[in-house]
Nanobody, 124 residues
């Protein structure tokens, strides 16, 4: 499984960004896709997750209502639409993949596949 994240950048507080993660895997329907982030000096934290089927979505409390995770079958891509960004959203964002059998979607240690990070900087 290979994941390629992109879309980070500098944005003012209150603005929006959309991150993309292109996923390469033999059978995508077997996977759960997620976004995590790590701010400077802090531990990695869960942001959002979605099974490739799109049957449901999961969000951290800190982003629920502002961020939206989705996937595009035709593009083999998972998106993270980030709205009303705050300075505390500044971090390196990573996409990750695990098997659908994952029952603790917010635990990054369970994900065997990771993409490179993309930096999001929110200026206040």
């Amino acid at each position: 499984v290979q994941l390629q994240a992109s879309g980070g950048g500098l944005v003012q507080a209150g603005g929006s960004l959309r991150l993309s993660c292109v996923v390469s895997a033999p059978i995508l329907s077997r996977y759960l896709l997620a976004w995590f982030r790590q701010a400077p000096g802090k531990e990695r934290e869960f942001v959002a997750a979605i099974p490739w089927s799109g049957s449901r979505t999961y969000y951290a409390d800190s982003v629920r209502g502002r961020f939206d995770i989705s996937r595009d079958h035709a593009q083999n891509t998972v998106y993270l639409q980030m709205n009303n960004l705050k300075s505390e959203d500044t971090a390196v964002y990573y996409c990750a993949a695990d098997w659908l059998t994952n029952t603790v979607v917010s635990d990054g240690s369970r994900y065997p596949y990771w993409g490179q990070g993309t930096l999001v900087t929110v200026s206040s």
